[in-house]
């Protein structure tokens, strides 16, 4: 035996080991990631901010949603309002972090808000999951139509980040007057996909959130806003939601991070949605009443 061929009897079998190692931590990731997934998407929290430090005045809405969870929500009215915004937020945080972009949307656009948190978000009952989110968004819809009297015609949907999609399926079974979508993922695989390569993610998702399948199912307009700076949610597949979707359609670059963008192109985003919702075929009779707190 040659001092080369020995040497190799002894490595081969440090190796082996070596990568049986490796085999075994990446097939324990694997488990562990798919049972903590939900963990990796949801990043609720409790602790909430006062909307009169933003100059808000809301009514607090509750509704029951699915297994009998009460949702919370805030009903933001505008005085001058023919169209109302029903709003889905990301994944972190609750409905009180996003008081300062309702306060600028308000000044902007002059619009009733309803934003909802998910279960388990703030102070609505129960856990987050995917088909808890579409049961909130629904129940919300519905509260709006039944307590409010407003119409579909005056509703337009609103989704941000993970509430593209939320947003998206929820214009599946519903028509309002048209549909934003600001960061949107063409679907939690491909997002999931971009931010690890190296995962066999396909095969381990346990969540779909299809927001590119949900927009080919509307007729209502599409406008989709997105920055090729986003970092956390990639620009193509914002891109491929707008390409998916069929028209009438309209597509918004901005700049800015995920978190930064409405504020780094105010004026470019604010301009733009306004336009937009100048062209909605709606009705503009409103009732005054319909707009009022605790009403």
Known sequence: MTSSSSSWSKVRPILRRWFLGALLLYGGLLVVLTFLQSKLLYFPTKDTLSPTRFGLHVEDVWVTSSGGKKIHGWWVPHSKAKLT???FHGNAGNLTHRAPMISEFQANF????LILDYQGYGKSEGSPSEEGTYADAKAMWDWLLREKQQKPEQIVVLGRSLGCAIASHLVTQVQPAALILDSPFSSFVDVASAHFPWLPVRWI???RYSTAEYVKKRSCPLLVIHSPNDEVIPYKLGQRCYEEAASPKEFLKIQGTHNDGFYQSKSEYIA???????GLDVSKETNSTRNQPGR
């Open 272 to 278: 733009t949605v306004r336009k937009f919702l100048a």
């Open 85 to 87: 915004l029903l709003w």
């Open 110 to 113: 002059q619009v009733n808000i």
């Open 205 to 207: 998702a346990r969540f």
